[in-house]
């Protein structure tokens, strides 16, 4: 089946007992047993669940993978494939990722024993000369966050397997509407399906998804262990969501597109980060990798005060100042003060993260209506 009939009815079926179209929410803990030392199905929600299942299943599909373990967050997912490595193990990674990875690897694993070196990964010499005997995992972000840079997944990839160590990219900007990193040799795709595949901005869910029987059986392990699953009305949302996936994605990259533009051409407008201008570092490869450039936008002034860029946020009447991204509606916001606070000032700046930038999450709204917000927001500062 191709990715729309996919997005609609894989994992899901009619319900046995009432004929349901839609996955029922399984509301419950617990489930009856007919004898004290048989688990057959289901026996307690922190390790299964109907609702959950349907979801994973669903995703797996998404993704051309065999396996999808769901989790309470996109965090929750990171920090269970980081819990494959061990004490020693190093970790190659992007200088240019979203703060919470960055966040969680330093102030959390570093104290367990883990090491991480964060690179521009958008060139794949830097990655061949961050790899040490000890490196164990690379962790990759394709589109980055916020500089959206693009990394070479199979060159990547390539590079993991010859020295046995693991391949995670991080597939949120992109979705597998747009990116299937697991037919390109990643050996596991994570997703913060809070953003594109929930799709509505109510809900927070997480994914790790894979195709290697033994990494699955050591997430599942770790998803059931650790618990940070989600409750099944999380996961009928994302269900939900993943529905419109592939409709909402067209909309994204479209309006993407005309405001990108728009701004590119704005005489207040310094440098816009947009994967799909032929002037983008890495176009090429995101051309060949990816089926669309994404909703994804980032742009700095040539007003170099924070404040201006601060400010512009404040201005706008369709798109929100909010964190986040990947919903419907279109948001706005200051990395350096909001979701990328938590890296040091000198991080930020060495990995191009400059103080004025601003992200934009294009939504699925009319895209004249979000030039024009953009364009009196812009004009009055």
């Known amino acids: 089946m191709k990715f729309a009939t996919l997005a609609i009815h894989a994992g899901q079926k009619p319900d046995s007992a009432t004929g349901a179209i839609m996955t029922p929410i399984y509301q419950t803990s617990t489930f009856a047993q007919s004898e004290p030392t048989v688990h057959k199905g289901y026996d307690y929600s922190r390790a299964g669940n109907?609702?959950?299942?349907?979801?994973?299943?669903?995703?797996?599909?998404?993704?051309?993978?065999?396996?999808?373990?769901?989790?309470?967050?996109?965090m929750g997912a990171i920090d269970a494939v980081v819990k494959l490595l061990k004490s020693g193990?190093?970790?190659?990674?992007?200088?240019?990722?979203?703060?919470?990875?960055?966040?969680?690897?330093?102030?959390?694993?570093?104290?367990?024993?883990?090491?991480?070196?964060?690179?521009?990964?958008?060139?794949?010499?830097?990655?061949?000369?961050?790899?040490?005997?000890?490196?164990?995992?690379?962790?990759?972000?394709?589109?980055?966050?916020?500089l959206l840079r693009i990394v070479d997944i199979e060159s990547v990839t390539k590079l993991a397997k010859q020295i046995g160590a693991l391949s995670v990219v991080d597939?949120?900007?992109?979705?597998?509407?747009?990116?299937?990193?697991?037919?390109?040799?990643?050996?596991?795709?994570?997703?913060?399906?809070?953003?594109?595949?929930?799709?509505?901005?109510?809900?927070?869910?997480?994914?790790?998804?894979?195709?290697?029987?033994?990494?699955?059986?050591?997430l599942y392990f770790i998803q059931k262990s650790s618990g940070a699953v989600p409750g099944p009305f999380d996961c009928f949302l994302a269900l939900r969501g993943t529905k419109t996936l592939h409709l909402r994605m067209q909309r994204h990259c479209e309006n993407a597109t005309a405001v990108a533009e728009f701004l590119a051409a704005h005489p207040k407008v310094k440098h816009v980060n947009f994967p799909g201008f032929k002037t983008h570092p890495n176009y090429e490869i995101a051309k060949r990798q990816m089926s669309d450039f994404g909703g994804m936008v980032s742009f700095t002034l040539k007003n170099d005060d924070m404040s201006a860029a601060k400010k512009l946020t404040?201005?706008?009447?369709?798109?929100?100042?909010?964190?986040?991204?990947?919903?419907?509606?279109?948001?706005?916001?200051?990395?350096?003060?909001?979701?990328?606070?938590?890296?040091?000032?000198?991080?930020?700046?060495?990995?191009?993260?400059?103080?004025?930038?601003?992200?934009?999450?294009v939504g699925v709204e009319d895209a004249d209506d979000l030039i024009s917000d953009l364009k009196q927001a812009i004009e009055s500062i």
């Open 50 to 74: 109907p609702t959950r299942t349907a979801l994973e299943k669903n995703l797996a599909a998404l993704e051309g993978a065999k396996y999808c373990a769901a989790f309470s967050s996109g």
């Open 314 to 361: 404040t201005l706008t009447k369709i798109f929100t100042l909010a964190e986040s991204l990947g919903g419907v509606e279109s948001l706005i916001e200051h990395p350096a003060s909001m979701t990328h606070s938590s890296l040091p000032r000198e991080v930020r700046l060495q990995s191009g993260l400059e103080d004025t930038l601003i992200r934009l999450s």
């Open 89 to 146: 193990d190093h970790v190659v990674a992007g200088n240019d990722l979203y703060g919470g990875t960055y966040r969680i690897f330093v102030k959390v694993f570093e104290q367990f024993g883990l090491s991480f070196d964060f690179i521009d990964m958008s060139n794949i010499e830097n990655v061949k000369e961050a790899l040490k005997s000890n490196t164990k995992m690379i962790w990759i972000e394709t589109p980055t966050n916020p």
């Open 171 to 218: 597939n949120t900007f992109a979705t597998p509407y747009l990116q299937r990193p697991l037919a390109l040799g990643a050996d596991i795709v994570v997703h913060s399906a809070t953003k594109y595949i929930g799709g509505h901005s109510d809900v927070i869910l997480g994914a790790a998804i894979t195709n290697d029987d033994a990494i699955a059986e050591k």
